[in-house]
């Protein structure tokens, strides 16, 4: 059971806008950022959204990110192909001390 | 470029022990944080601790500490990430990833390839 909380899967064809939700609570996503990362079929994560919706170069701006109160969105617009791949959500978690938290991940398939 | 190189695939018995490493380069290793993240097969990722190089203060999460030891030689620019004794569980993907911050707050920007280990009798 992860922290935060993110569907298992979404769809769109080619073109289309997808959006992904991360849902929190107080102690991670209401009051710290969040990242998001795109895990491409065997290979590492990467780096998608950084501080709620800033891009590190290289990101395409298809890739946006927003934050309101516990919760968090990624948005993809313009759906190619190659964005097919599993994409996290993450957040500090002030309890326990502190700790990182992900979300479980979202599949994302482009039909 | 910076660069997270990672130890080869493993394959262990339950019981062994095992480090597992991750090079950094093309940047100044003792100025980010590394930390190292957990993903079983099938499953999402699970943060287990991080280490600041340049005094090697570490912070495990709660629910690793006691079961890894994160270590890092700064003279080498490498961080590890080790075991006493394997379970069949610990079978996963490894990831180290680098910490950057921006206005505050930190983000893994930079990734490793992965070590798999394997645990099995």
């Known amino acids: 059971q992860s922290v935060l909380t993110q569907p298992p899967s979404a769809s769109g064809t080619p073109g289309q806008r997808v959006t992904i939700s991360c849902s929190g609570s107080?102690?991670?996503?209401?009051?710290?950022?969040v990242n998001w990362y795109q895990q491409l079929p065997g290979t590492a994560p990467k780096l998608l959204i950084y501080?709620?919706?800033r891009r590190p170069s290289g990101v395409p701006d298809r890739f946006s990110g927003s934050k309101s109160g516990t919760s968090a969105s990624l948005a993809i617009s313009g759906l190619q192909s190659e964005d097919e791949a599993d994409y996290y959500c993450?957040?500090?978690?002030?309890?326990?001390?502190?700790?990182?938290?992900f979300g479980g991940g979202t599949k994302l398939t482009v039909l | 470029e910076v660069q997270l190189v990672q130890s080869g695939a493993e394959v262990k018995k339950p019981g062994e022990s095992l480090r597992i490493s991750c090079k950094g380069s093309?940047?100044?290793?003792?100025?980010?944080?590394i930390s190292w993240v957990r993903q079983k097969p099938g499953k999402g990722l699970e943060w287990m601790g991080r280490?600041?190089?340049?005094?090697?203060?570490?912070k495990y999460s709660p629910s690793f500490q006691g079961h890894v030891t994160i270590s890092a030689d700064k003279s080498i620019g490498a961080a590890y990430l080790q075991w006493s004794s394997l379970k069949a569980s610990d079978t996963a993907m490894y990831y180290c990833?680098?910490?950057?911050?921006?206005?505050?707050?930190?983000?893994?920007?930079?990734w490793g390839q992965g070590t798999l280990v394997t645990v099995s009798s």
């Open positions: 993450a957040a500090w978690d002030d309890s326990l001390n502190g700790r990182w938290v």
């Open positions: 501080y709620n919706y």
């Open positions: 107080s102690s991670n996503i209401g009051s710290n950022t």
């Open positions: 280490i600041d190089p340049s005094d090697s203060y570490i």
């Open positions: 093309g940047y100044n290793f003792i100025s980010k944080w």
């Open positions: 990833a680098r910490l950057d911050f921006w206005s505050g707050y930190y983000y893994f920007d930079y």
